[in-house]
């Protein structure tokens, strides 16, 4: 299968018509659930979740205004000191 490269992977447009306001909701509801397992697993289980967002971000990052860039990468930042605490706190 051959795409074009001005158009987006399958997954990348599945992801665009979800509903935004439940997809925060869900990856909220995942991180407070993983911010109660003991402190190895929850730490593992961001970090995932922190490498999940660097590869959405890495392909999103030619659309996004510089703000909303910002914005992520100090989200991922948060998530990366959360797991360094988790594991070495």
Do not use: Y
């Amino acid at each position: 299968m051959t795409t074009n490269d001005n158009e987006p992977p399958d997954l990348l447009r599945r992801l665009s018509r979800l509903n935004p306001t439940m997809v925060v909701f869900a990856v909220l509801a995942l991180f407070i659930g993983v911010l109660l397992l003991p402190d190895q697993l929850g730490a593992i289980l961001i970090l995932l979740l922190v490498a999940g967002l660097v590869w959405l971000l890495s392909k999103t990052w030619p659309v996004l205004r510089p703000t909303a860039r910002g914005l992520r990468l100090a989200v991922i930042a948060l998530l990366l000191l959360i797991a360094g605490t988790k594991l070495f706190g």
